[in-house]
């Protein structure tokens, strides 16, 4: 028989210790500006979900290749929380207990393909949960939701620079919102959302994702 696989971690900020993913849950659109800018009307809709697989996770500081079969690799900057415990059906109310810790995030998308996927009624998988498609800075303990901007840098030049408040879908009700779909457990991460600004990463470049008082996520691609 072949070995076990190993489980895939992320780092914690101050610490020598690594937290081990279960899942990645990733939501579509959360931020008002963001959904106008793909084409959505940020009223009208409850919040969604895709997933990554947990080996996609990626430390920040990493040198990752240019993903194949894209020509126009994007950057979403997010908020990612991390799972301490499991629970299902839970109310808002209840559903801030369940987080560990939150981290910076980059949700790496191949853009041209989702396009292709969403014109064809086709599944995002391939676009969403490719290989080293999930960046992720070292944790940081604690159930407080962060508060402050949220910002992307590449090579430099901001280009997603918005106020965590402006999420439409909070932190505790994501997990409410989730918990109804599957039951979550420890290891869990959830991707909460991209501001507006996405766009491209170019080979060579370097992309950095900024969350005030959280350790930064950056990789460099190509
Ligand atoms: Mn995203």
């Not at 780092?11 to 800018?37: K, L, Q």
Request: glycine share 10%; hydrophobic share 45%; proline share 8%.
């Amino acid at each position: 028989m072949i070995d076990a696989p190993a489980c895939p971690t992320v780092a914690v900020a101050g610490s020598a210790d690594r937290f081990p993913v279960r899942r990645i849950f990733c939501v579509g659109r959360n931020y008002a500006e963001h959904t106008r800018e793909m084409g959505g009307d940020p009223n009208a809709e409850p919040p969604f979900f895709f997933t990554k697989p947990a080996d996609a996770v990626v430390d920040s500081g990493a040198h990752i290749p240019y993903p194949p079969a894209t020509a126009d690799l994007h950057h979403e900057a997010e908020l990612v929380v991390a799972l301490g415990a499991g629970g299902a059906f839970l109310s808002p109310d209840r559903a801030l207990a369940l987080v560990w810790g939150y981290a910076a995030g980059n949700d790496l998308t191949r853009r041209d393909m989702q396009a292709a996927a969403k014109a064809a009624r086709r599944p995002w998988d391939m676009s969403k949960g490719f290989d080293h498609s999930a960046v992720v800075g070292a944790l940081r303990q604690g159930s407080a939701v962060p508060q402050g901007r949220i910002r992307c840098r590449v090579d430099g030049v901001v280009t997603q620079d918005a106020d965590l408040a402006e999420m439409i879908w909070p932190v505790a009700g994501i997990i409410a919102h989730l918990s109804q779909l599957v039951e979550l457990k420890a290891g869990d991460l959830i991707f909460t959302g991209t501001p507006a600004g996405v766009g491209p990463i170019g080979r060579g470049q370097l992309c950095e994702v900024q969350i005030d008082g959280l350790a930064p996520a950056s990789v460099r691609v190509g």
